[in-house]
């Protein structure tokens, strides 16, 4: 991509460009496409909480990149996250894109794990046995309010 923004500007013929930008977006859409198959055909809480974790991580690194130096995590964790932001950065963002399925996936995989465990659970829980007559109390004339027994 780099290489092709070089030489149309030099050329001012943006067709090389173009190409190039069109071919690596269907690249990314189908890593897109991959990542969410993998992670979805897999179903498990712990993947999903690593797709969550990984994914956020690489959707908001521009934002992470840049408040952290705010902060007091040091100078390594900012030394890192910035040299993973420089190396990632490019004209289509397909770090963050592909982040962002992460993401998604990851949170839906925590979902339905906890969808599909809580359903289990109700599923093999005992059934309530039906009530037999002679379980069931009887109410006496003495218990109904408002009649006065003669």
Do not use: K
Request: glycine residues 10%.
């Amino acid at each position: 991509m780099v290489g092709a923004d070089e030489a149309s500007t030099r050329t001012f013929d943006a067709s090389g460009f173009g190409v190039a930008y069109g071919a690596g977006s269907l690249v990314v859409a189908g890593l897109v496409l991959a990542v969410s198959a993998i992670g979805w055909r897999c179903r498990s809480v712990r993947l999903g909480l690593v797709y969550a974790l990984v994914g956020a991580l690489l959707a908001f690194i521009v934002l992470i990149s840049i408040e952290l130096p705010r902060s007091s995590l040091g100078l390594e964790m900012t030394s890192a996250l910035s040299t993973v932001q420089l190396w990632t950065n490019g004209p289509l963002h397909a770090t963050s894109i592909i982040g962002g399925a992460m993401l998604i996936v990851g949170v839906a995989q925590i979902v339905d794990g906890l969808v599909h465990r809580r359903a289990r659970a109700i599923a093999h829980e005992p059934a309530a046995e039906p009530a037999v007559e002679a379980d069931v109390p009887r109410a006496t004339i003495e218990d109904v309010a408002g009649i006065v027994p003669s």
